[in-house]
């Protein structure tokens, strides 16, 4: 079923997975805080709000793909947010990457306003997006999973996995997921710089490993890149990487879990972002020793 639908955060995945709503037959209302950014979506005829107050009013499900916990908390609370803006038994369906207590924060809060919250994070790259590739993990209310798996599926979603009713749930998967893409990156990038001291083709390495032992989406795209040393324009900034590894390392404290690997991806990409490159691509990563 067609439905007047709003989706707020149209960063470099949020614009694609908005476009593939209007592509499915949506009505889409969007806000961005860089009004800029909704051009994409109002030529191909997307109805741009100057509030998030004024998008909630028009719709009773409403996508968010921000940045961080911080921005969905503010999208969340105030007078102008949508807390109290939408409409009681309104589906509020967060994408973003944010620590399981900020989920478990912001479902209490729409239940006492009468909404539901589903947490819904999902890996791809925009260009995943595009071609309708992505993979989400969502948890939270059975009914309303039920009702978002469709829509998933509209916005580019090829799979949708079902981790039950605990709404920490799906961003604790979601943040593991992180970290393992991220310990791919810098074991990619140095085995690289391993093979280039060495003497070694690496391209006809990762000719071989792409083939054989690393035969993954992942592993293709990413070599690709990192032997081509191509981080500019990111698809996913390294400060936001570094954001990752944050909420990974809290995770870690919350449930007393030692996780050193993380602190050393969290050290390099800090050491990046501090050099003034937080805005290339986080499979830099492994490029962290050249600040030294």
């Known amino acids: 079923m067609k439905q007047n639908i709003g989706f707020i955060g149209l960063g470099n995945l949020g614009t694609p997975i908005a476009l593939n709503l209007i592509e499915s037959g949506h009505t889409l209302y969007v806000y961005n805080r860089t009004s800029s950014?909704?051009?994409?979506?109002?030529?191909?005829?997307?109805?741009?709000?100057?509030?998030?107050?004024?998008?909630?009013?028009?719709?009773?499900?409403?996508?968010?793909?921000?940045?961080?916990?911080?921005?969905?908390?503010?999208?969340?609370?105030?007078?102008?947010?949508?807390?109290?803006?939408?409409?009681?038994?309104?589906?509020?369906?967060?994408?973003?990457?944010i620590l399981p207590e900020t989920a478990a924060y912001l479902s209490s809060l729409h239940i006492q306003h009468g909404q539901y919250y589903l947490a819904s994070p999902v890996f791809g790259r925009p260009e995943a997006a595009t071609a309708k590739k992505l993979n989400y993990v969502i948890s939270g209310e059975e009914s309303i999973r039920r009702q978002a798996e469709p829509l998933l599926k509209d916005t580019g979603g090829l799979n949708v996995w079902d981790f039950g009713d605990s709404i920490v749930a799906a961003n604790t998967v979601k943040l593991c997921g992180n970290f393992l893409i991220a310990s791919a990156l810098e074991a990619i990038g140095e085995s690289i710089n391993l093979a280039n001291k060495s003497g070694i083709d690496a391209d006809q390495m990762w000719n071989i490993f792409s083939q054989t032992l690393f035969n993954t989406p992942l592993y293709h795209n990413y070599s690709k890149i990192i032997l081509e040393q191509k981080f500019e324009p990111a698809a996913f900034y390294m400060k936001l990487g570094l954001k990752d590894m944050n909420l990974v390392l809290q995770q870690a404290v919350t449930v007393n879990q030692s996780m050193p690997l993380a602190k050393l991806l969290q050290n390099n990409m800090k050491s990046i972002a501090d050099s003034g490159r937080g805005n290339i691509d986080w499979s830099a990563v492994s490029t962290a020793d050249k600040n030294k």
């Open 37 to 97: 950014k909704t051009k994409p979506l109002s030529e191909k005829g997307a109805n741009v709000c100057e509030s998030i107050a004024g998008l909630a009013k028009q719709c009773t499900t409403v996508f968010t793909m921000v940045s961080d916990d911080a921005a969905l908390k503010s999208i969340c609370e105030g007078e102008g947010g949508l807390l109290k803006n939408l409409e009681k038994d309104s589906v509020h369906i967060s994408m973003s990457t």
